[in-house]
Nanobody, 114 residues
Framework: QVQLVESGGGLVQAGGSLRLSCVPSRNILANRAMCWYRQAPGKERELVASITPGGYTEYADSVLGRFSISRDTKNTLWLQMNSLKPEDTAVYYC?????????WGQGTQVTVSS
């Protein structure tokens, strides 16, 4: 069973940038999609961005034009976050979707101050 380790979260001012990473314990490509979710206190976990094995990307309307999802040759998943807003504050989780199910990272906190 692959494990996903996330890092890159932190505290930034509004308008700032962060880059999150999600490193699998072994080189593996999710055969359905690789995704970033986030969950703010008191809210449901929501899909932020996804990328397919073929490189097709989708974004939530709230982050479109500000966030960019990508993966590298080691299948580390990245989320570049620019022009951050206080409403982006949440715990961010990576998710690898396989045909048999999903694997989740442990989460990394992103806090954006006004």
């Amino acid at each position: 069973q692959v494990q996903l380790v996330e890092s890159g979260g932190g505290l930034v001012q509004a308008g700032g940038s962060l880059r999150l990473s999600c490193v699998p314990s072994r080189n593996i490509l999710a055969n359905r999609a690789m995704c970033w979710y986030r969950q703010a206190p008191g809210k449901e976990r929501e899909l932020v961005a996804s990328i397919t094995p073929g490189g097709y990307t989708e974004y939530a309307d709230s982050v479109l034009g500000r966030f960019s999802i990508s993966r590298d040759t080691k299948n580390t998943l990245w989320l570049q976050m620019n022009s951050l807003k206080p409403e982006d504050t949440a715990v961010y989780y990576c998710n690898f979707r396989f045909s048999y199910g999903n694997v989740w990272g442990q989460g990394t906190q992103v806090t954006v101050s006004s």
